[in-house]
């Protein structure tokens, strides 16, 4: 597709809860103030739709991806003649006892252009905080994904993806990448240690624009994400962020086009990267 030269978009925070209903009324909400805003596309974080409170919930409420959830984000799309990236909707996976963690792209007139399943699963012991393993309800996902767009050539991701750069590297060189999407429910620990200086990296590393929709606040007792949704330029400058971490809202910025181009022209990394030949070949 063409694109201008600039276009706005917007990433939302929210602090979802286990009620679909309430997360997509307040979804409906911020679409809304993105209109309002001028923005065309808007980025919403991991588990917009749902976060349990307790174990076995994501998995009770899994549906596929024609089910009733995901119609209604595909209506609230198309009647607000919006493009709307959900990251980490809960798919039904290929059996009862796992689900894929979805990254949804659906476009202006409610259609779903594209979707990326999370490719690496959350199985960590958080210094100083809790025990997660994604993997015991979660099926990894296997292709990386990158899609046209009139904003660009999105690439998709989820959450901690973040801290794998192969990934970014294959989205930019190899697939072209623009735009790196990166919706998140990081932990507060993890993300008052790397959220940031992490995705200042991708877009510095990869001279692309990285939209961060966050997960922010306390979703019941025992789980709390960092928030502090970010937009940042491929000079790894911060263009938007809401001034509170764990606000409900959104914020707006442009991807310039141009800046893109002339971030990458004077200094054409895409040059003197080596070949992964060269590196296979230092390495014996």
């Not at 999370?118 to 309800?137: C, Q, R, T």
Request: net charge neutral; charged share 25%.
């Amino acid at each position: 597709m063409a694109a201008v030269n600039s276009v706005r978009i917007a990433a939302a925070q929210m602090t979802s809860i286990n009620d679909l209903a309430a997360n997509y009324a307040t979804c409906s909400r911020l679409v809304k103030e993105a209109a309002s805003a001028g923005a065309k596309l808007l980025c919403f974080p991991e588990n917009f739709s749902f976060v349990g409170a307790k174990d076995g919930e994501s998995l009770k409420i899994a549906e596929p991806l024609d089910g009733p959830v995901m119609k209604g984000y595909c209506a609230l799309a198309k009647e607000s003649s919006m493009w709307l990236s959900l990251g980490g909707f809960q798919e039904r996976g290929s059996d009862d006892a796992h689900l894929c963690n979805t990254h949804v792209l659906i476009d202006d007139a409610g259609n779903i252009r594209s979707t990326y399943r999370k490719m690496h699963l959350f199985d960590v012991d958080v210094p100083g905080g809790a025990v997660y393993k994604e993997s015991s309800f979660t099926e990894a996902g296997k292709e990386i994904i990158a899609i046209d767009s009139p904003f660009g050539i999105l690439g998709l991701t989820v959450c901690y993806d973040l801290r794998f750069p192969e990934v970014y590297q294959q989205l930019r060189f190899h697939h072209g990448a623009q735009v790196l999407l990166v919706p998140a429910a990081f932990t507060k620990v993890t993300g008052e240690a790397h959220w940031e200086v992490l995705l200042r990296a991708r877009a510095i590393e990869t001279q692309c624009y990285v939209i961060a929709a966050a997960q922010g606040g306390k979703h019941s007792e025992k789980r709390e994400s960092f928030g502090d949704t970010l937009i940042i330029d491929p000079w790894g400058s911060v263009i938007g962020r809401l001034p509170d971490k764990v606000s409900t809202g959104i914020t707006v910025a442009d991807i310039d086009f141009s800046l893109i181009e002339s971030v990458r022209r004077k200094m054409p990394i895409s040059q003197h990267r080596k070949p992964i030949e060269f590196w296979k070949q230092v390495s014996k």
